[in-house]
């Protein structure tokens, strides 16, 4: 009697994710798993040439690839991740256009979460300061850097067109390294065409807060990569770091203030707030795991992979946040996951590296292959030979290869791709007899009545009671997102009818900066409740 087919979850679709499913596709047979990868994109990212889209030398689709296509056997699920639990072995995701959420079920759990860039102990920085780490991260310190240079050309002010001028990137690992080389060169290239900036000075500073950037390789290497930096006119900040941010600077730690208005950071990341709260073994604020990757205290059942993991080699290294690393991690996880299916013995992880390389722009980098130390063209050469051939997928390859070849024949492209965001707080419409919102789904907005009627309706022991209409003016959906629960009854429109959408993230910002705000819609919620409860009384003094 064959055993039943067993439920596998991923959750993260980053090399460590998307990679673990690629190969358990490769090891297991269809009939004995199913395979669901959680992500809150439908594609999988090209990490280490992710830079190279703020200089447009690679295509923004063109370093993305769709995760159906690279893991045709395993179901994706477009949700991010809200709550785990070890224990019954569920997964809660994000609601979607159904403002409900989605409960995963598993036998077997890989967490490859990846982490996120932590501004908390920062002041200034979430409003100021552009992040790193995803294509749109990408995206928008692309249309920066040419919006500053727009400004810049119409700018009389000498002192406020310095500060346009001025770039500041933050954490001298491979990450902000080339970031910093990026926008180096591609705002040296771009600003011929602005007429009034050819003859203006650029300022590109990097921060780091060690004695030499690039830590990862040989000290003779970090210090080759400085001087070929520092000659192409970077300023480099070292044994100091970024501590604030506001709109006009940037703020150090030794005391020093940097008038600019575009701030990157590249700094290591932490564990997504999901991860934090797990209630399991960690190493700091990573997950612990053996050498196996399983999760401590949950050998069998979890697998923890990527920059969320604290791993080890055998030899007792410390296994760094890489694409090489986490794909093998990747192979031995999905390797012992079937070897937990079929009862056999599982694999240890014991990948040391195969070496490290950086881009440092202008065709230069610098690379350490198998104990080999190379720099200038030639280590660029080898650094893009390598992560085309990495690369998954032909037609990405031969849109690489393309892209790379126009960008050594013509100079960068000026497009300013704007992603336009209005307000989250919105408005709808609702026509007669349409649903608002059901009992029992997620209370995620608050709602304004702006004109127009609509129906409170309790649905209790088959039957449906309608509690109060509701007109121009009124409030609905406040008492779900002030305590954090599921919707306690239905609306239904009797009218035509337009309201003002505020969402809940927007509503707890406007409570917290406006107490009188929020003083109304809890005096309404307790009205409401107090309602409710002599009703009840009522209805069981009847009984």
Known sequence: MSSPKKEILVLGGGFAGVYTARCLEKILRPEEASIHIVNVENYWVN??????????????????????????????????????????????????????????????LVIALGGRTDFSRMPGMVEHALPFRTLGDALEVRNRLIHTLEEADVETDPDMRAKLLTFVVAGGGFSGVEVLAEINDFVRRVKRNYLRL??????????????????????????????????????????????????????????????????????????PPVLQKLDCAKDKDRLQVNGNLELVGYEGQVWALGDCAAIKTQSGNAVPATAQHATREARVAAKNIAATIRGAKPSLFSFEGLGKMGSLGHYSAVADILGVRISGFFAWFVRRTIYLMKMPGFNRKVRIACDWAIA????????????????????????????????GDLGNCVYVIEKGECDVLLEKDGETVRLAALKGGDYFGEMAVLNDVSRSATIRTRAAMDVLVIPKSDFDMLKTAVPAFGNVFRELARTRTAAGTARTAREENSR
Request: proline residues 7%; glycine residues 4%; contains cysteine.
């Open 47 to 108: 990490q280490p040439l992710l830079a190279e889209v703020i200089s447009g030398s690679v295509g923004i689709t063109d370093v993305v690839s769709p995760i159906r296509r690279l893991c045709r056997r395993t179901h994706l699920v477009m949700r991010s991740v809200e709550s785990i639990d070890l224990r019954s072995k569920t997964v809660i995701v994000s609601p979607g256009f159904r403002p409900r959420r989605l409960e995963l079920h598993y036998d077997y």
């Open 198 to 271: 050819r003859d203006e000075p650029v300022r590109a500073v990097l921060i780091h807060s060690g004695a030499r950037i690039l830590p990862e390789v040989d000290e003779r290497l970090a210090f080759t990569a400085q001087k070929i930096l520092v000659r192409r006119g970077v300023d480099l900040r070292l044994k100091d770091r970024l501590v604030a941010a506001t709109s006009e600077k940037a703020i150090l730690k030794s005391g020093a203030e940097i008038p600019t208005k575009t701030i990157v950071s590249a700094v290591p990341s932490a564990a």
């Open 408 to 439: 050594l024949i013509f100079p960068p492209d000026l497009v300013q791709v704007r992603l336009l965001r209005g307000s989250a707080i919105s408005r709808q419409h609702f026509e007669p007899g349409e649903i608002v919102f059901n009992q």
